[in-house]
């Protein structure tokens, strides 16, 4: 059993869906397990490290921060988007 499972995908700064991000954190456990393929330098990996929030993983190559965007910031977003987009019509 898992208590924290993610698998998103990562925008690099051009906004291109270009990584993608997964995290299990077993249930009797405090390591995260990541594998991430770093939006902006393309380097994948596979890596373990201690789960805390807000969490983030140092790409290995490029240093980037990859951070998982929380979900509900996201729906927040994606609400604040249609709204605009109902008002543009
Ligand atoms: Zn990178």
């Known amino acids: 059993m898992y208590r924290y499972v993610t698998n998103r995908t990562l925008k690099n700064r ?5 990584g993608r991000i997964k995290a299990l954190v077993p249930t009797d456990s405090e ?3 990541i594998d991430y393929v ?4 393309g380097f994948s990996e596979h890596k373990e490290q201690p ?6 993983v140092k790409c ?6 990859i951070k998982i965007p929380k979900l ?3 729906i927040k ?3 604040l ?3 605009k987009e109902a008002a543009a019509s």
Do not use: N
Request: charged residues 45%.
């Open 14 to 18: 051009a906004g291109e869906e270009k």
């Open 81 to 83: 988007r249609a709204r």
């Open 51 to 56: 789960w805390q929030r807000p969490f983030s």
């Open 38 to 41: 770093c939006p902006e330098c």
């Open 60 to 65: 290995s190559k490029c240093s980037l921060d």
């Open 72 to 74: 509900k910031d996201e």
């Open 31 to 33: 390591t995260a397990q």
């Open 77 to 79: 977003k994606d609400k």
